[in-house]
């Protein structure tokens, strides 16, 4: 089955720009979303088909993705984006919806 | 306004069973797919099982397959998943989860409810 793989925390300054990477073999082929969750919180669509924004998520995030590997990038990164961020492809070979593990963004 | 809420999780025994519920509202439910998405205490997300907006297509992680069924039932709003022979493995909090498409295999989830806890246990 295919296989996500997030690093699992990443930190990072108010301010900086902070890179969240998801890899899985050829993820370029695919459409990837990326969802936000905060402690005791549903998870919330931050970026879908690889780096478009929903309505109501600002411009500091954007997403892109080629060859073996899909970033989140959140510029400007502000204490209220502290949560933890999952990637997602839907894998067409296993007709199964597949999660990366999961990166704990720790604001300093 | 779009809600999802979900229902009928708790307290049960290994190898028994338990029916998780989800009542849509503020969209037309028939229009979507709908999936079910866990996730273990201190854990990640781990997607269950999808229904296309007719049922005709459905599918399940190979952890549940033979175990779980998921339903729906358009003219009362509603998604089910049926959980059979409970495993500890199991527990976790269950989200009903609407993607933007009629179709289960374009899994993009605008929508979570809030989940609703099941404990395998004995």
């Known amino acids: 089955s295919y296989v996500l793989t997030q690093p699992p925390s990443v930190s990072v300054a108010p301010g900086k720009t902070a890179r969240i990477t998801c890899g899985g073999n050829?993820?370029?082929?695919?459409?990837v979303h990326w969802y936000q969750q905060k402690p005791g919180q549903a998870p919330v669509l931050v970026i879908y088909?690889?780096?478009d924004r929903p309505s109501g998520i600002p411009e500091r995030f954007s997403g892109s993705n080629s060859g073996n590997t899909a970033t989140l990038t959140i510029s400007r990164v502000e204490a209220g984006d502290e949560a933890d961020y999952y990637c997602?492809?839907?894998?067409?070979?296993?007709?199964?919806?597949?999660f990366g593990g999961g990166t704990k963004l720790t604001v300093l | 306004e779009v809600q999802l809420v979900e229902s009928g999780g708790g307290l049960v025994q290994p190898g028994r069973s338990l029916r998780l519920s989800c009542a849509a509202s503020?969209?037309?439910?028939?229009?979507?797919?709908m999936h079910w998405v866990r996730q273990a205490p201190g854990k990640g997300l781990e997607w269950v099982s999808g229904?296309?907006?007719?049922?005709?297509?459905?599918g399940y992680a190979d952890s549940v397959k033979g175990r779980f069924t998921i339903s729906r039932d358009n003219a009362k709003n509603s998604l089910y998943l049926q959980m059979n022979s409970l495993r500890a493995e199991d527990t976790a909090l269950y989200y009903c989860?609407?993607?933007?498409?009629?179709?289960?295999?374009?899994?993009?989830?605008?929508?979570w409810g809030q989940g609703t806890l099941v404990t395998v246990s004995s």
């Open positions: 989860a609407k993607p933007d498409s009629s179709s289960w295999d374009i899994p993009i989830f605008d929508y």
């Open positions: 503020g969209f037309t439910f028939d229009d979507y797919a």
């Open positions: 229904i296309s907006w007719n049922s005709g297509s459905i």
């Open positions: 050829n993820i370029g082929s695919k459409s």
């Open positions: 088909y690889d780096s």
């Open positions: 997602q492809v839907w894998d067409s070979s296993s007709d199964n919806v597949v």
